[in-house]
């Protein structure tokens, strides 16, 4: 049974620092990963998405790798701001379609 | 082109009452999928739908829970008497594809007093 894990829970930094935020998962046969955004009271909006067969997708200030072999993903944020407080959502998608969830990371900007 | 569409956004129930969440997927979208989040705990999946077909409720609760999603109108997820443990954000999102980007709705936040 795919378990998807985000590392850490909570992160706080200053305003202009770039970060890492890491998810893992068991089984590395995936479909593709995606990383999420979900703003409080808000749905989700997805950020990147990998397919089983890339290796990092990049979209302005985020880029995200995938390492299947080693069921791990990263979503880098460079110069982070404060309008990037949110929590951040790591999903893989499997052979059914089913998408499996991390518990998501609360990131917090700090002016 | 309106994103994918849920109503109510808030609904409170009491115990034993049936709670009704409606999903309207993005225009071009035939594909639908629920998910749940309790408090404290990441999104769960619940069931995939495609027009008039269920093709994968392996998260859906074995008793009180349905869903469909009929040939004209939105998907409707069904809970019958509802207990307090179903008090959770449902989300739904939409699809063109089974392996496509899955774009999610703001939630249904379900609240049983």
């Known amino acids: 049974k795919q378990e998807v894990t985000q590392i850490p829970a909570a992160l706080s930094v200053p305003e202009g620092e770039n970060l890492v935020l890491n998810c893992s998962f068991t089984?590395?046969?995936?479909?593709?990963l995606q990383w999420f955004r979900q703003d409080p009271g808000k749905g989700l909006t997805s950020l990147l998405l990998?397919?089983?067969?890339?290796r990092e997708q990049t979209s302005g200030r985020l880029n995200a790798s995938l390492d299947k072999s080693s069921g791990r993903s990263t979503l880098y944020i460079a110069a982070s701001q404060p309008g990037d407080s949110a929590t951040y959502l790591c999903?893989?998608?499997?052979?059914?379609?089913?998408?499996?969830f991390g518990a998501g990371t609360r990131l917090t900007v700090k002016p | 082109n309106a994103g994918v569409m849920q109503n109510p956004r808030h609904l409170v129930r009491r115990r034993g009452q049936e709670a009704r969440l409606r999903c309207s997927p993005m225009?071009?979208?035939?594909?639908v999928y629920w998910y749940r989040q309790l408090p404290e705990e990441g999104l769960k999946f619940m069931v995939y739908?495609?027009?008039?077909?269920?093709?994968?409720e392996s998260g859906m609760p074995k008793e009180r829970f349905s869903a469909e999603f009929p040939k004209e109108g939105p998907s409707i997820l069904r809970i019958q008497q509802v207990v307090r443990g179903d008090s959770a954000a449902y989300f739904c999102?939409?699809?063109?594809?089974?392996?496509?980007?899955?774009?999610f709705g703001p939630g249904t936040r379900l609240l049983v007093l």
């Open positions: 999102a939409s699809s063109s594809g089974q392996k496509e980007t899955q774009y």
């Open positions: 089984d590395s046969a995936i479909y593709n």
């Open positions: 990998i397919q089983s067969s890339q």
């Open positions: 999903a893989v998608s499997e052979r059914n379609n089913d998408m499996r």
């Open positions: 225009k071009g979208h035939s594909h």
């Open positions: 739908l495609q027009k008039e077909n269920i093709i994968d």
